[in-house]
């Protein structure tokens, strides 16, 4: 195994310099960051990083691809869990409060519109949202199915309504956070129960404390 600086092992150093880069790119913006502003966040020297990563794109790739997998487990996890309709529905957001509350920042980094528009890592998130998107529509189409329409418009405008409230509820959760995962799944289930009239027992029970 090859080392780093200082005896590190090289594996050990990258995993820190990508740590530490996620957080800034998430917080800050690709635009508002430089290799200057990792390099001094990770105690290291920017030469460093382009010997690593060899340019801000190739560091900012190996980020967006790390935060994509993160959240995609997520997603991948909550699809798994058995729950349907709108169960489905807050179970995935709430699996996304608790699973972005320790890093929230990843959230930002993957939905960052000062992003390059092409490049590897623009075609990193373009995998990540085409997966995403793929994933989100058979969670819909089994929710209209539930509800007795299996009309493809409805469902097609119903999976946009769900992306941009989905996108919104997690964008406001992270603009406020003094509100934890519990109480923020909490708002969910309110919220639900405001459009939606009293919800079925299986709804309160995917998110069952």
Not at 37 to 48: F, R
Not at 50 to 66: A, M
């Amino acid at each position: 195994m090859s080392a780093g600086t200082k005896g590190v092992a090289r594996a050990d150093r990258e995993a820190q310099i990508v740590e530490v880069a996620c957080r800034a790119f998430g917080e800050n913006g690709y635009a508002g960051t430089s290799v200057a502003d990792v390099a001094d966040a990770a105690g290291i020297s920017k030469p460093l990083i382009y010997n690593y990563f060899g340019s801000k794109d190739g560091l900012h790739e190996v980020c967006v691809r790390y935060a994509a997998d993160v959240l995609w487990a997520e997603f991948e996890r909550s699809s798994r869990t058995g729950t349907v309709g709108l169960a489905r529905a807050i179970a995935t957001l709430d699996g996304m409060f608790r699973a972005l509350a320790p890093q929230p920042w990843m959230w930002r980094l993957v939905f960052d519109p000062t992003a390059p528009a092409d490049g590897a890592g623009h075609e990193a998130l373009a995998d990540y949202e085409k997966r995403l998107f793929a994933l989100g529509e058979e969670g819909v189409a089994e929710l209209m199915r539930l509800a007795g329409n299996e009309d493809p418009e409805d469902t097609s405008a119903m999976h946009a309504v769900w992306e941009a409230m989905f996108r919104a509820l997690v964008t406001w959760w992270l603009d406020h956070p003094e509100v934890t995962p519990d109480e923020m799944t909490d708002r969910c289930l309110r919220l639900f129960t405001t459009v939606f009239g009293e919800l079925d027992p299986q709804v309160l029970a995917a998110v069952d404390r």
